[in-house]
């Protein structure tokens, strides 16, 4: 027993021993050929070496000694230095040939002939708007987000298109949002093509009481289509922007309305994702509750080997924290990349939520132009009909103008008074918009009525007070917060009133109402209208976009590989470092090259 | 084992434990012994699902070394390129010498010549030789 215990002891330190023999033993060896140390493996032509002769050798000598070696020169002169261009014979390496172009006395140094190719910048007339693609230190027109600029702090597209010219089209990426305008001149043609499925207009709509397979499972909020041509807008078309990709197959699934969606609504749409063939599907959205039948779609789509992109959310609070979480994001399913968003510094927009457990990378998400489903009609109410104690103004200097009763709402405490029969309307003449496909009203509004007293908001075709003739759309009382948006497809091309009435009895009264940000947003066929927004909901397209990318190039890949890829292929940010689990940026060159570690490696003696 | 054998290795490992302080911490060389073999040994590993390391450029370099842990920047290396076909080798062969050797594989691509993180370390044992 201890003479074994010797052994041992002594074959460990034999073993040292060995390793130095090792080298001296091989050297005077033949070396397989392949063994060569620190050799660096580029991009380079693969039958070709440059060599650096000796500057007294004569162009004949240099051709004679190429042709000693059974190669062929092609030049005898390149450059300054006079470099020999050799070609090789089929079957010799470059490696041989350089190390036997290097063993040669009338030889300084001899090196590949490497590659280098145009950087791929496409033609779109808005591409240079689009710093979260190639980041100059541009400022975006109509930009509302300060920020500093640092040129090149980008997802590295330009390299990423070199590599693979934009190309994700055989990847089908989902976006679970308002719907995607379909029609829009820089998405038409990268829309996926439902129609052996039975989903003619590239998707499907989930919102409650809207036709299943809407002609329009378009877009009747904006948010949707800007996610989606962030993805993908058709690079290189001379149209508007470019997406990540520039070939793409994206699936509209109209899951949210302005307001929002539902379990029911988000749980139908991922099925529908993954049930016709997406691999990656774009979540630009997000909720505070744990909701397990969404995760239990979350694991389905983990299942089939389906990537979700989501949100980190726009309130600059921590994931990790269990006061604030947000879901799909917190959902610990390893096919679920959370995404933050990064200012065009790469800095983390105050905006921005984080979580070193829970927020896997960052991405541009700040003033980032893309498409919008048509154009937006906006209104500061400086032009209503009103009636009693309505008033337009604005609570105090920057803050947006409102419409509010009493008129003194600003004023905390303020009521609104007894026997009131206020209305509040304006004529919208939406005959410039003829031939859209949809239009909606859009504000929000603020409200605390007296029991018995209403607030109601209706319409009327033609014009005039809509309260006279027009179809009443609510009729509250009590307290709420509302995001209301309402169908007015009906007005398209024609002339509809749109306003608001209190009306209150001869006892009680309460604080009243304010509305804001009113505007109808339209879905033109053939829109070609871009908008700038804020948000991590613009960051994650960035990142599905790399996803499908990895994907399309790497055919192979499983979900977990796609994964790896972005989280690790990206760029360490200091702004990240503590505040997401990578502590990286997406960058899309870094993923294409990112190579996975080799797994089930095994040895076994063969002989001696 | 023989008992002429076992008689061997106990003697020589009674000496080596006289001589393992000079030899392994002083680096010296020629520790005599049992003579040292090389041994063919075959490493497998499984595919890569990149593209990149599936086509020209792309590969897989492995390295070997006599320490666990051994550092790759100063390591040798087999180079495995990609030849033909639907995929780069995902065999090879290294001449190695007796005792431990430590194996590690690397893959890379023309886009990445540096190439992957390496995989996990494996550890193959080549005999000595007979008893001279």
């Given at each position: 027993m201890i003479a074994s215990k010797r052994a041992v002891g002594f074959l460990a330190c034999f073993g040292a021993a060995a390793s130095i023999g090792y080298s001296s033993l091989t050297a005077g060896q033949a070396m397989p050929r392949q063994m060569v140390k620190a050799r660096s493996v580029g991009s380079y032509v693969g039958d070709e070496v440059l060599v650096k002769f000796k500057s007294a050798l004569t162009s004949q000598a240099r051709?004679?000694?190429?042709?000693?070696?059974?190669?062929?020169?092609?030049?005898?002169?390149?450059?300054?230095?006079?470099?020999?261009?050799?070609?090789?014979?089929?079957?010799?390496?470059?490696?041989?040939?350089?190390?036997?172009?290097?063993?040669?006395?009338?030889?300084e140094s001899v090196q590949p002939n490497y590659i280098y190719k145009k950087l791929l910048a496409p033609n779109d007339p808005s591409y240079a708007q689009l710093w979260g693609l190639h980041n100059t230190g541009q400022a975006v027109v109509g930009g509302d987000f300060p920020t500093s600029r640092v040129p090149a702090a980008d997802i590295g597209a330009e390299q990423a298109w070199d590599m693979n010219g934009?190309?994700?089209?055989?990847?089908?990426?989902?976006?679970?949002?308002?719907?995607?305008?379909?029609?829009?001149?820089d998405l038409a043609a990268n829309m996926w093509d439902g129609s052996s499925a039975g989903f003619p207009n590239h998707g499907a709509n989930f919102i409650t009481g809207e036709v299943a397979n809407d002609?329009?499972?378009?877009d009747a909020d904006g948010h949707g289509t800007h996610v989606a041509a962030t993805i993908g807008a058709v690079g290189n078309n001379s149209v508007g922007t470019t997406g990540v990709c520039w070939k793409v197959q994206l699936m509209a699934l109209r899951a949210l309305t302005s307001s929002g969606g539902t379990t029911a609504s988000v749980v139908a749409g991922l099925s529908f994702a993954v049930s016709h063939g997406a691999k990656v599907v774009n979540m630009s959205f997000g909720g505070a509750a744990f909701d397990p039948a969404f995760q239990s779609e979350i694991v389905n789509a983990r299942d089939n080997g389906v990537v979700v992109v989501a949100a980190a959310g726009n309130d600059g609070t921590d994931n990790d924290d269990p006061a604030t979480p947000q879901y799909p994001c917190d959902f610990s399913q390893d096919n679920v990349i959370c995404v933050a968003a990064l200012d065009q510094a790469y800095g983390l927009t105050a905006f921005s939520n984080f979580g070193a457990i829970n927020v896997d990378v960052g991405a541009p998400g700040a003033n980032v132009l893309s498409a919008w489903p048509g154009v937006t009609i906006t209104d500061d109410f400086s032009t209503w009909t009103r009636s009693g104690a309505w008033s337009a103004t604005s609570c105090g200097s920057g803050a947006p103008p409102v419409l509010v009763n009493p008129s003194n709402w600003c004023t905390v405490g303020s009521t609104y008074?007894?026997?009131?029969?206020?209305?509040?309307?304006?004529?919208?003449?939406?005959?410039?918009?003829?031939?859209?496909?949809?239009?909606?009203?859009?504000?929000?509004?603020?409200?605390?009525?007296?029991?018995?007293?209403?607030?109601?908001?209706?319409?009327?075709?033609?014009?005039?007070?809509?309260?006279?003739?027009?179809q009443t759309v609510f009729q509250v009382s009590g307290a709420n917060a509302l995001d209301v948006s309402e169908n007015i497809s009906a007005c398209i091309g024609a002339t509809c009133s749109l306003?608001?009435?209190?009306?209150?009895?001869?006892a009680g009264v309460d604080g009243g109402i304010a509305v804001g940000f009113f505007g109808i947003n339209t879905t033109q066929p053939g829109s070609n209208v871009y908008q700038v927004l804020n948000g991590t909901s613009m960051a994650t397209p960035h990142v599905s976009g790399v996803a499908a990318m990895?994907?399309?190039?790497?055919?192979?890949?499983?979900?977990?590989?796609?994964?790896?890829?972005?989280?690790?292929?990206?760029d360490f940010i200091a702004a990240l470092q503590g505040n997401t689990v990578s502590g990286r940026a997406v960058d899309a060159a870094g993923s294409l090259r990112f190579v996975n570690p080799p797994v089930g490696v095994t040895a076994v003696l063969s002989g001696p | 084992m023989s008992r002429t054998r076992y008689a061997w290795?106990?003697?020589?490992?009674?000496?080596?434990?006289?001589?393992v302080a000079a030899a392994c911490d002083g680096g010296g060389n020629g520790l005599g012994g049992p003579p040292s073999i090389t041994a063919g040994v075959q490493v497998s590993w499984t595919a890569n699902r990149e593209a990149a390391v599936n086509r020209a450029g792309g590969g897989y370099r492995v390295y070997?070394?006599?320490?666990?842990?051994?550092?790759?920047?100063?390591a040798s290396f087999i180079d495995v390129p990609y030849n033909s076909g639907a995929t780069a080798p995902t065999s090879t062969s290294l001449l190695l010498s007796s005792g431990d050797n430590f194996i590690k594989v690397v893959a890379y691509s023309a886009l990445n010549p540096n190439g992957s993180a390496p995989s996990g370390e494996i550890t193959v044992s080549v005999p000595f030789a007979a008893a001279p």
């Open positions: 051709i004679n000694a190429v042709s000693g070696f059974g190669d062929r020169a092609l030049h005898t002169n390149v450059g300054t230095r006079g470099l020999t261009l050799v070609k090789l014979p089929r079957g010799r390496s470059v490696e041989d040939a350089m190390n036997a172009y290097r063993a040669m006395t009338d030889v934009g190309d994700c089209g055989s990847a089908i990426v989902a976006v679970l949002d308002t719907g995607v305008n379909h029609t829009h001149a002609p329009m499972p378009a008074a007894n026997g009131a029969n206020d209305v509040a309307y304006r004529d919208f003449d939406l005959s410039g918009i003829a031939g859209s496909l949809n239009a909606v009203a859009t504000f929000s509004t603020f409200h605390e009525i007296a029991a018995g007293d209403l607030y109601g908001f209706a319409r009327r075709a033609g014009g005039g007070n809509p309260f006279s003739g027009g306003g608001f009435r209190l009306t209150s009895g001869g990895i994907w399309a190039y790497n055919p192979n890949y499983t979900y977990a590989d796609v994964v790896n890829s972005v989280k690790f292929g990206g | 290795v106990r003697a020589w490992a009674t000496l080596a434990l006289v001589l070997h070394g006599r320490t666990s842990g051994f550092d790759l920047a100063t």
